[in-house]
């Protein structure tokens, strides 16, 4: 049985938000974990699938892409501040 159409956007949306959300390191995946709950007013208490999957397909088409692409700048503004503190901490090191 196919997916209804709003939920196709938003399963591949969730899938790549949980991709790169997995590679953050996991001293960092609860902080983003909070941040997404935080943002999303608690309606993704556990960035786990089901839960995204439904959030974002509830919207506005154009307002899940946004939040889409919003999640993944969060999460690559925390890989770089993961890279940024790593290379203070050689920097430190170095001196």
């Given at each position: ?70 999640i993944l700048s969060e999460i690559a503004w925390l890989e770089l501040v993961t ?13």
């Amino acid at each position: 049985m196919p997916l209804p159409s709003n939920l196709k956007p938003a399963c591949a949306q969730t899938a790549r938000i949980l991709s790169q959300a997995e590679r953050l390191p996991p001293t960092l995946q609860p902080v983003f974990a909070t941040w997404l709950a935080r943002h999303a007013g608690r309606a993704v208490s556990n960035p786990g699938k089901s839960a995204l999957i439904d959030w974002l397909a509830g919207m506005d088409p154009a307002r899940a892409e946004a939040e889409f692409n919003l999640i993944l700048s969060e999460i690559a503004w925390l890989e770089l501040v993961t890279e940024s503190t790593q290379i203070e901490t050689l920097q430190k090191e170095a001196l």
